[in-house]
């Protein structure tokens, strides 16, 4: 899947990932996914899940090169439910350097995993991502996504003494 440039740039090419990208994508990852995106306890970017998807769904972990340069990542996997005729392909992380966010590398990525998906049988894709980031939200509705839906995490420190609050009676 190369793409030719204009000024005689090597082609922007889509690719499987191989064991030797983890250690680059994670810090790709480590630059995009921090505490403000994307960060929930049973989804966070860490080196065991790239290996986890890596190991999992390899043929679901594409990578955006070009030259020997990656410029970014798209991981999924998919999810079959007990006693439902249907199959789920989740995108867990799509990254793309910063600098390079307004290129269509992550529109390229996208596309590339869901043709993926189709070829698994999936009908159906589902994506999260948290609900104050409005730059991945608009990516996703461009892609055709819909029916967002919030979801509400809280948090109790226990290490710190905590007073209950007093119940408000209407």
Not at 111 to 130: A, C, N
Request: proline share 4%; net charge positive.
């Amino acid at each position: 899947m190369d793409e030719p440039h204009k000024n005689g740039e090597e082609a922007l090419r889509l690719r499987e990932m191989i064991i030797d990208d983890l250690p680059e994508v994670f810090h790709i990852g480590e630059d995009l996914f921090t505490a403000e995106y994307s960060q929930s306890l049973y989804r966070t970017w860490d080196e065991y899940e790239i290996t986890t998807l890596f190991n999992s769904d390899n043929e679901l972990c594409v990578i955006a090169e070009q030259g020997e340069r990656i410029l970014g990542f798209a991981l999924g996997t998919t999810v079959k439910k007990h006693n439902s005729p249907w199959k789920y392909g989740y995108l867990v992380w799509l990254g793309v350097r910063r600098e390079l966010q307004k290129l269509q590398v992550g529109e390229r990525l996208f596309k590339e995993l869901k043709r993926r998906f189709k070829e698994q049988g999936v009908r159906m894709i589902i994506i999260d991502t948290s609900a104050n980031n409005k730059p991945a939200i608009r990516f996703f509705e461009k892609q055709g996504f819909g029916g967002v839906q919030d979801h509400v995490y809280m948090t109790l420190n226990l290490s710190r003494k905590h007073k209950k609050k007093p119940v408000k009676k209407p």
